[in-house]
């Protein structure tokens, strides 16, 4: 644990936290309800008091999300059930947001999720996705704009309708993400692809590849991604 705090202080000592001008990632309006997990945890801060914003677990003891996810007090994930405010819940005791601005951050939890059939792989492959291939992003976001969060996991399908840099950009087909959704993976061939990070004009949104930064992922946690 000591090792894994001296090296998110690294990180961080060397990031710069870049929000764009485009608005947070909200919630999926549209999108149906899903009967199952895929490595989906509900962040909360103030101590579990407020959902936050969604997570993928790519090992018992971290979780994969957006970095202004981390603008927050007490984190706390819950684990391993599709009912919001449900599951086991674990208190983040480090997280490292990526070098340069990147809108990813790692949380370490205080204990392992018990479930460890939850863990899920990310891709390491620094091919971006191609333009027309369709990906899913799960999540408890609000299913209409200053509604509550979602009572239970929600899945919408969207396509990628570019590649720009270190970024993907997504329109939605039977749905886009809104509030709470922020740091969801965007699912696509068994792993997570990239990381949900900002929704634009309901119409989709960006994410960033975790290939592109697969390295700082493995730097700060330990777990390698996969091809």
């Given at each position: 644990m000591n090792h894994?705090?001296?090296?998110?202080?690294?990180?961080?000592c060397g990031a710069v936290l870049v929000v764009g001008p485009q608005t947070p990632a909200s919630a999926i309006a549209g999108g149906t309800t899903t009967s199952s997990l895929h490595g989906q945890v509900q962040i909360w801060n103030n101590g579990g008091a407020d959902f936050r914003c969604t997570g993928s677990l790519i090992h018992v003891h971290y979780v994969l999300t957006a970095a202004h996810c981390l603008h927050s007090s007490r984190l706390v994930v819950k684990a391993g059930d599709k009912r919001l405010g449900s599951g086991q819940r674990i208190i983040v005791?480090?997280?490292?947001?990526?070098?340069?601005?990147?809108?990813m951050a790692v949380l370490h939890l205080a204990s392992n999720v018990t479930q460890s059939n939850l863990v899920v792989p990310y891709s390491r492959d620094t091919a971006l996705l191609k333009t027309g291939v369709t990906v899913a992003i799960r999540g408890w976001g609000q299913t209409e704009e200053n509604?509550?969060?979602?009572?239970?996991?929600r899945?919408?399908?969207?396509?990628?309708?570019?590649?720009?840099?270190?970024e993907l950009e997504l329109e939605g087909l039977d749905?886009?993400?809104?509030?709470?959704?922020?740091?969801a993976a965007v699912?696509?061939?068994?792993?997570?692809?990239?990381?949900?990070?900002?929704?634009?004009?309901?119409l989709g949104g960006l994410s960033v590849p975790?290939?592109?930064l697969a390295g700082w992922i493995k730097s700060v946690s330990g777990v390698d991604g996969i091809d």
């Open positions: 894994f705090r001296r090296a998110f202080l690294a990180v961080l005791d480090g997280t490292a947001a990526a070098p340069k601005g990147y809108d509604g509550p969060p979602a009572s239970t996991l899945v919408c399908s969207l396509q990628v309708k570019r590649s720009i840099g270190s749905g886009v993400p809104l509030n709470g959704d922020s740091g699912w696509q061939n068994n792993r997570v692809q990239a990381v949900f990070t900002h929704s634009d004009d309901a975790t290939g592109f």
